[in-house]
């Protein structure tokens, strides 16, 4: 299992305790690969000889191999706060026997297991390789072999949600942790002076009526992360990662031509250039304006020895909501990155 994202970083570790000292208490974001829990329960679920899938009717039927786990599984952490985020497939082999001693051979393909569906929603499909297609039935029948194989999928999807057996350090120096991470969550703005968000409502609204008549302007923000600039540029790509630090529904397509969806919809447009890394551009609106008003948002991230400059700019802002735009950013985006994935001071502006 890999190490978490934070494991190379100091400012995550008390001095004082060493290894033990890393991220006391849970605070900062974590981040761990969890496939390889995956790939180790699903035999201990499925692949126990004296403990069939299925007995009954006739006819037994067992797991004999997990031939195939692919997709990715991922367990995060902060504050004592678990999620996991998972989208992977599963073909295991059967082998199934009747009474009359016939058996049967195939497969169990489990294509699309996903944290966007409940535990138990997902599709099987079963090939049979050899044999008379009666352990097919079996497995495919919601009423017999299907239910116990949806049981051991929702123990192995629970384990998962709840940390895939990952021991986070919530150890000894715990209180003064806590005690740090209060002071500074008090530097943090309780309601930003202005958000981020428009509703039709809006009594800026109304002076976009027509791109036209649109006064509009430039607005140029330049912010310090302490983090590299991979770790940022994944803050606005990573669709997982933006509805964290937003705390709200987003849809993000990272291709050319992509659509992107954030804050509840309340702002959208797509993606007209990528630069892994360094460079993102997008046609940028709130949904609420016009459909003609659109701004163009390029994203520049400046590597500075471990850290990021994070050059923003972005054109035809309407200049009704420059205010608004720029407050936004700051208090709705690099403010909760900085709070949310601790890459940097969260004072207020």
């Given at each position: 299992?890999?190490?978490?994202?934070?494991?190379?970083?100091?400012?995550?570790?008390?001095?004082?305790?060493?290894?033990?000292?890393?991220?006391?208490?849970?605070?900062?974001?974590?981040?761990?690969?969890?496939?390889?829990?995956?790939?180790?329960?699903?035999?201990?679920?499925?692949?126990?000889?004296?403990?069939?899938?299925?007995?009954?009717?006739?006819?037994?039927?067992?797991?004999?191999?997990?031939?195939?786990?692919?997709?990715?599984?991922?367990?995060?952490?902060?504050?004592?706060?678990?999620?996991?985020?998972?989208?992977?497939?599963?073909?295991?082999?059967?082998?199934?026997?009747?009474?009359?001693?016939?058996?049967?051979?195939?497969?169990?393909?489990?294509?699309?297991?996903?944290?966007e569906n409940d535990l138990d929603e997902f599709v099987v499909k079963v090939t049979v390789k050899e044999g008379s297609g009666e352990g097919k039935?079996?497995?495919?029948?919601?009423?017999?072999?299907?239910?116990?194989?949806?049981?051991?999928?929702?123990?192995?999807?629970?384990?998962?949600?709840?940390?895939?057996?990952?021991?986070?350090?919530?150890?000894?120096?715990?209180?003064?942790?806590?005690?740090?991470?209060?002071?500074?969550?008090?530097?943090?703005?309780?309601?930003?002076?202005?958000?981020?968000?428009?509703?039709?409502?809006?009594?800026?609204?109304?002076?976009?009526?027509?791109?036209?008549?649109?006064?509009?302007?430039?607005?140029?923000?330049?912010?310090?992360?302490?983090?590299?600039?991979?770790?940022?540029?994944?803050?606005?790509?990573?669709?997982?990662?933006?509805?964290?630090?937003?705390?709200?529904?987003?849809?993000?397509?990272?291709?050319?031509?992509?659509?992107?969806?954030?804050?509840?919809?309340?702002?959208?447009?797509?993606?007209?250039?990528?630069?892994?890394?360094?460079?993102?551009?997008?046609?940028?609106?709130?949904?609420?304006?016009?459909?003609?008003?659109?701004?163009?948002?390029?994203?520049?991230?400046?590597?500075?020895?471990?850290?990021?400059?994070?050059?923003?700019?972005?054109?035809?802002?309407?200049?009704?909501?420059?205010?608004?735009?720029?407050?936004?950013?700051?208090?709705?985006?690099?403010?909760?990155?900085?709070?949310?994935?601790?890459?940097?001071?969260?004072?207020?502006?």
């Amino acid at each position: 299992m890999s190490d978490p994202i934070y494991k190379e970083d100091d400012r995550w570790i008390v001095n004082d305790l060493g290894e033990e000292g890393r991220n006391i208490g849970g605070w900062h974001w974590e981040e761990i690969k969890a496939l390889p829990f995956v790939k180790a329960r699903l035999p201990e679920l499925f692949c126990v000889a004296d403990k069939p899938l299925y007995i009954d009717d006739g006819i037994t039927v067992w797991v004999k191999d997990i031939k195939e786990v692919k997709g990715e599984a991922t367990v995060t952490n902060r504050k004592r706060k678990i999620a996991a985020f998972y989208e992977f497939q599963i073909r295991m082999t059967y082998e199934a026997k009747s009474v009359d001693g016939k058996t049967e051979k195939g497969e169990i393909h489990v294509p699309d297991i996903s944290d966007e569906n409940d535990l138990d929603e997902f599709v099987v499909k079963v090939t049979v390789k050899e044999g008379s297609g009666e352990g097919k039935k079996a497995i495919l029948d919601k009423k017999r072999a299907d239910k116990p194989l949806r049981e051991k999928m929702v123990n192995l999807l629970t384990g998962l949600k709840q940390g895939a057996g990952i021991k986070f350090n919530y150890g000894s120096a715990e209180d003064s942790v806590r005690t740090s991470a209060q002071s500074e969550s008090k530097k943090a703005p309780t309601q930003p002076a202005v958000k981020m968000t428009e509703t039709k409502t809006a009594p800026e609204s109304t002076s976009n009526a027509s791109s036209s008549s649109t006064s509009t302007c430039t607005v140029t923000l330049k912010e310090e992360f302490l983090a590299p600039p991979g770790h940022i540029y994944d803050c606005f790509v990573d669709p997982k990662r933006v509805q964290i630090y937003t705390n709200s529904r987003a849809e993000v397509n990272a291709h050319l031509g992509g659509h992107f969806s954030l804050l509840n919809g309340s702002i959208e447009g797509t993606f007209i250039e990528l630069e892994h890394n360094k460079k993102i551009v997008q046609k940028w609106r709130f949904s609420s304006w016009p459909k003609d008003v659109n701004t163009t948002l390029t994203l520049n991230f400046e590597d500075n020895s471990g850290k990021t400059i994070l050059h923003l700019r972005q054109t035809g802002v309407p200049r009704s909501d420059e205010d608004r735009i720029k407050a936004g950013w700051r208090n709705q985006f690099f403010l909760r990155i900085k709070g949310v994935f601790h890459y940097g001071s969260i004072t207020p502006y």
